[in-house]
């Protein structure tokens, strides 16, 4: 961990040179006995203890791998943000339907199911999550929790939701408060990194999908600054003196598929300008992400993470390619406000994507290294 000096009206924050961006491979044992446990043939408590086994293992797996900052590989959820489902009543087994590309593309409904009642939050998010974190992590850990404008794409259908919350910014604002809520308890439990995932921000700078909203009455640009106003809300109270404030933007990742491409031109502005994060952990592993001119915008003395090391393909990528993109980085961005990451999670659905869990570490590994040589 390599700490900033403090400036003038910047947080005080930590740096972590090479991350994993959340999410890793569910073992063999633990998908099984996740079907077991949802058919009734083992108890919730069994299906934790598999867990925490598989969690302890993830934690080694990145030790040993060399990464700073660690996770628990989202290992207890099904999906990176059906949590939020799970945690809060008034979502209904509906599906908004995506388009996704890549290995067995086509249409497919999100895993984020629909709001179709009024909200009532009845548990914590991750209140299953904190305990073996806090007290089995081998060094500092973050938090990952799904930006509440996710859910105005992912979980707002026409004629289920509009009965209960008649606009998008009606969801929106009841969803900041849950998700304020939770960061308020992993603050006061001790957190001090939590990463924000908000793949649906690339809704927002896709030329299809920026088409498709203007087609159904909406504006773009207009949403984009409200789901950027809501999801400052929802961290408006953290202390930022001991609390660093991660986003990681990406375009879609189940299966290896992704559903949006599309450079950060028409975001950059808003979305590195207005956003109140210390770090933006953006996908840049193939020409579906554009170029690095739009880092020019970010603000002085906030990280850019860039996700260089892809998740979708077990082929490893040549390290003297990955310095040499960092260096094409640093022409818009300080190469000390830099670091190194995968370009998304290795299973933001339980399903996992197209690689195995040797070829997993393996990517860690090179992310580590590689951050080790540029900035050791």
């Not at 293992?57 to 590989?73: N, P, S």
Request: aromatic residues 8%; neutral net charge; glycine residues 10%.
């Amino acid at each position: 961990m390599i700490a900033p000096a403090p400036q003038r009206g910047t947080p005080v924050t930590a740096k972590f040179r090479a991350e994993n961006v959340g999410s890793l491979l569910r073992p063999p044992e633990l998908l099984k006995a996740r079907s077991e446990c949802a058919q009734g043939r083992i108890a919730l408590d069994a299906l934790r203890e598999i867990e925490d086994r598989a969690i302890l293992q993830a934690f080694e797996g990145q030790r040993k791998a060399g990464i700073g900052i660690y996770t628990d590989g989202e290992l207890r959820r099904g999906s990176w943000l059906t949590d939020m489902a799970d945690a809060v009543e008034g979502f209904v087994p509906d599906k908004v339907m995506l388009e996704w590309k890549g290995p067995g593309g086509g249409a497919e409904g999100s895993t984020a199911q629909v709001v179709g009642a009024k909200l009532r939050k009845v548990r914590r998010l991750t209140g299953h999550e904190l305990p073996l974190l806090k007290k089995s992590a081998p060094g500092p850990f973050k938090i990952t929790l799904p930006a509440p404008s996710n859910f105005m794409v992912a979980s707002y259908k026409r004629g289920v939701t509009d009965k209960f919350y008649p606009t998008h910014a009606d969801l929106l604002h009841a969803l900041v408060e849950f998700i304020r809520d939770e960061i308020r308890y992993v603050v006061g439990e001790g957190v001090n990194y939590i990463q924000f995932d908000a793949p649906y921000y690339s809704h927002y700078l896709d030329p299809t999908t920026r088409e498709q909203m203007r087609s159904h009455g909406f504006d773009p640009d207009e949403e984009f600054s409200k789901s950027v106003a809501g999801d400052n809300a929802a961290l408006r109270d953290v202390p930022r003196d001991r609390v660093t404030l991660g986003l990681h933007v990406c375009r879609g990742n189940s299966r290896s598929r992704w559903y949006t491409e599309g450079g950060y031109d028409a975001i950059a502005e808003k979305l590195f300008g207005s956003l109140d994060v210390d770090c933006f952990l953006l996908e840049y592993d193939g020409a579906r992400a554009g170029g690095f001119e739009p880092l020019r915008l970010v603000p002085r003395g906030k990280t850019v993470v860039l996700g260089l090391v892809t998740t979708k393909e077990p082929a490893l990528e040549s390290q003297d390619d990955l310095r040499r993109r960092i260096d094409e980085a640093a022409r818009y961005v300080p190469l000390e406000n830099l670091a190194l990451s995968t370009q998304c999670g290795f299973a933001s659905v339980a399903a996992g994507n197209l690689l195995t869990i040797d070829d997993q570490w393996r990517k860690l590994e090179l992310v580590a290294d590689t951050a080790r040589k540029v900035w050791s």
